[in-house]
C-alpha cells in the first residue's frame, strides 16, 4: 500500500480561468523520499495543500489507505513561510509542543526530547521565535512537525530561506528520517542539484504532472528545458560533473 | 480605605471588578496577539443596542446587552467566512450601524435616559447583584472554556493551518472565542463602559506581552495586571471621588507606561525588531 496516493487531483480557484492544477495522479511509496519539481507558480504547493485539506479540489487523496480527515496524526506539514507577528513571544519549546495534547503522556515527552536532540535544537529551546535565524526557523518548524511522529512528512520549500550548509543538513536529516525511521517525505524544491542527490522519486508539474520516476531517468536537459522553458545551466553542470563521476549510466545518486 | 470594604456597594464593584478583569485580560492575550481590538471595540458598540432594547422593553439591560452581544459575535464569525470583505471593513460597518440604532431606539423610550451615561462610560461602583449576577456567569462560563481551549487557540493564532493539519477544527474554534469575546467585552461594559472597554481587553495583555519572555509568562501576567489595574483604580475612584471608568483606564494606560520604561531602561525593548529576524517569518499581514 503506498503511503500516499493522489488520483486525479485538480484544483481550481474562483476567478481563474483555468485550474492551478489539472488532474495530477501520483502514489508515494512508503519510506522513500519525492520531490515535486516545477517553475515558479506551477502548483506544487497547491498540490501539497490540497492533500492537507487546506484547500478546495476534486479527485481522491489517500493516505496509508485512508482519509485525510482520519489521518492527520500520521502527517506533519512544514510551510515554507509563516505569517506571524514576530514580537509574539512564543518559544521554540512552546511552538514545537503545539500540536501535542494538552496534558502530554511520556509517549510525547519521549518524543519531544528525540527531535531536539536529532535537530540539534537544545540550545534554543527558550529562545523566541522571532529572534531565530533561517536554518534555526526551518528546524524548529521540522521539529514541530516530527513531534508528533508523523509517518508521512509534506515540506514546502525546505531549502528556501537558509545556505547551502543549512540545505544539506536539513536534506541528510530526510534521509536519516526515511532510512532509520521509515517516513514517506513529499517536497517541493526548485533545489535540482539537492533533488538529484537526494530524491527516490522526481515528480515534474507544470499544472499537469508531466513524468515521473527516478531522477536519473526524469531530470535530463530535455525534460527540464520542456518543464522550466530553459534548461537550467547550473543543474546541468552538476549533473555532467555527476554522470562523469558515476559513468556513463548512472546508478541513483542515493 | 479598608472601611470602604465593608461596604456593600463597594463589595459588589470590587467582585465585579476581579471577575471582569481577570478574564478580560486573560482572553485579551489572544485579542492582543490575533490583533483583534478593533473586535472588541465594535462589539462593545454594538452591545449599545442590547442596552438600548433592554431600557424599552424593561428587560435587565446588561442582560439584553449580553444576548445581543453574543448575537453579533456568532453573526461576525459567518460574515467574516462567507464575505469577500475584510474584518475590519466588516466591523467598520456594523459598529456605527449598531450604536446608531441603539441611540435610536433609546430617543424611543421617554424622558431622559441617566443610564445611558452608565453604560458607555461605566459605573462600577453603581453594579446592581442582577449585574453582578450576569458579569459572575459570564465569567464562570468563560474562564473554564478559555484555560481548556489555550493551547489549540494559540496554535490557531500562530499558524492556523499548521492547526488543521494536527487536526484542530480551526473554523469552530474560532467561533468559540469571538463568542466569548463578545460574553466579556459586555461584561466590562459596566465596569469601564463601551467607549473604554478596550482598556481591559487590550492593555493589561499589552503590557503582558512587553514583559513576558513566553507565552506562558504572558498568559500569567496579564490577568495579575488585569486584577491590579481594576483594583487601583478602583480605590483611586473611591478615594479622590473620581467616574470609576476612566480611573481604571487610566490606570491601566499609566501601568503600561511604566512597564514600558522599564522595559527601554532594561534595553529589552525592541529587540525582536533588532535581531537578526528570519527570513522564512513572512510579516504577519
Redesign the interface.
Known amino acids: 500500500m503506498p503511503a500516499l496516493e493522489v488520483l486525479d487531483l485538480t484544483v481550481h480557484f474562483e476567478g481563474q480561468d483555468r485550474p492551478a492544477v489539472d488532474s495530477v495522479s501520483f502514489a508515494v511509496e512508503e519510506g522513500t523520499i519525492a520531490v515535486l519539481i516545477g517553475p515558479n507558480g506551477c502548483g506544487k504547493s497547491t498540490v501539497l495543500r490540497a492533500i492537507l485539506g487546506l484547500v478546495p479540489f476534486r479527485g481522491t487523496v489517500r493516505v496509508f489507505g485512508g482519509s485525510v480527515a482520519d489521518s492527520y496524526r500520521k502527517i506533519g506539514y512544514v510551510p515554507q513561510r509563516l505569517a506571524f507577528d514576530q514580537t509574539l513571544p512564543l518559544t521554540v519549546r512552546e511552538a514545537i509542543r503545539m500540536p501535542l495534547p494538552r496534558r502530554p503522556e511520556s509517549a510525547d515527552e519521549d518524543s519531544f526530547r528525540h527531535v531536539v536532540e536529532i535537530l540539534g535544537i537544545e540550545s534554543i529551546l527558550d529562545r523566541p521565535l522571532g529572534m531565530l535565524s533561517g536554518g534555526q526557523w526551518k528546524r524548529s518548524l521540522m521539529a514541530r512537525a516530527l513531534v508528533t511522529r508523523p509517518r508521512l512528512l509534506l515540506l514546502d520549500e525546505p531549502e528556501a530561506g537558509i545556505d547551502v550548509t543549512g540545505e544539506q543538513t536539513i536534506y541528510g536529516l530526510f534521509e536519516h528520517l526515511v532510512a532509520q525511521e521509515r517516513i514517506t517525505a513529499l517536497i517541493c524544491s526548485h533545489e535540482l542539484e539537492l533533488v538529484t542527490e537526494y530524491a527516490d522519486v522526481v515528480l515534474c508539474l507544470n499544472r499537469r504532472l508531466l513524468g515521473s520516476g527516478a531522477p536519473e531517468k526524469v531530470l535530463t536537459p530535455e525534460a527540464l528545458a520542456s518543464l522550466f522553458g530553459a534548461t537550467p545551466a547550473l543543474y546541468l553542470h552538476h549533473h555532467e560533473r555527476h554522470r562523469d563521476r558515476q559513468g556513463p549510466t548512472p546508478e541513483s545518486s542515493r | 480605605m479598608t472601611e470602604a470594604l465593608t461596604l456593600p456597594f463597594f463589595q459588589r464593584a470590587l467582585a465585579a471588578g476581579l471577575m471582569v478583569g481577570l478574564v478580560t485580560s486573560f482572553l485579551g492575550v489572544f485579542v492582543v496577539?490575533r490583533?483583534s481590538a478593533f473586535f472588541g471595540d465594535a462589539i462593545a458598540h454594538a452591545s449599545l443596542a442590547g442596552v438600548a432594547l433592554g431600557v424599552v422593553t424593561g428587560l435587565p439591560p446588561l442582560a439584553a446587552a449580553a444576548a445581543f452581544g453574543v448575537g453579533i459575535g456568532f453573526v461576525l464569525n459567518r460574515v467574516e467566512r462567507r464575505s469577500r470583505l475584510p474584518i475590519d471593513t466588516i466591523l467598520g460597518i456594523v459598529l456605527p450601524f449598531s450604536m446608531g440604532a441603539g441611540i435610536l431606539i433609546l430617543s424611543l423610550a421617554p424622558g431622559y435616559q441617566p443610564e445611558l451615561l452608565s453604560y458607555l462610560f461605566g459605573s462600577i461602583l453603581a453594579v446592581s447583584s442582577a449585574s453582578l449576577a450576569v458579569i459572575a456567569a459570564i465569567a464562570v462560563v468563560v474562564a473554564p472554556v478559555v484555560l481548556?481551549f489555550r493551547?489549540s487557540l494559540?496554535?490557531v493564532t500562530?499558524?492556523p493551518?499548521?492547526?488543521?493539519?494536527?487536526?484542530i477544527r480551526v473554523d469552530r474554534l474560532l467561533l468559540v472565542y469571538q463568542v466569548l469575546l463578545a460574553a466579556v467585552v459586555v461584561a466590562s461594559i459596566k465596569v469601564v463602559g463601551i467607549v473604554l472597554v478596550n482598556a481591559l481587553l487590550v492593555i493589561p495583555a499589552a503590557t503582558a506581552?512587553l514583559l513576558?519572555?513566553?507565552?506562558?509568562?504572558?498568559f500569567l501576567l496579564a490577568p495579575i495586571i488585569g486584577v491590579g489595574c481594576v483594583s487601583a483604580g478602583l480605590a483611586a475612584s473611591y478615594a479622590l471621588d473620581l467616574p470609576s471608568g476612566p480611573a481604571i483606564a487610566v490606570m491601566s494606560g499609566l501601568v503600561f507606561f511604566a512597564a514600558w520604561v522599564c522595559v527601554l531602561w532594561r534595553g529589552r525593548l525592541g529587540?525582536?525588531?533588532r535581531?537578526?529576524?528570519?527570513?522564512?517569518?513572512?510579516?504577519?499581514?
Open positions: 496577539l490583533r481548556r493551547r494559540s496554535f500562530f499558524d493551518d499548521g492547526a488543521r493539519v494536527a487536526g506581552k513576558a519572555r513566553s507565552l506562558e509568562q504572558m529587540q525582536p525588531s535581531a537578526p529576524s528570519s527570513p522564512l517569518a513572512a510579516p504577519k499581514r
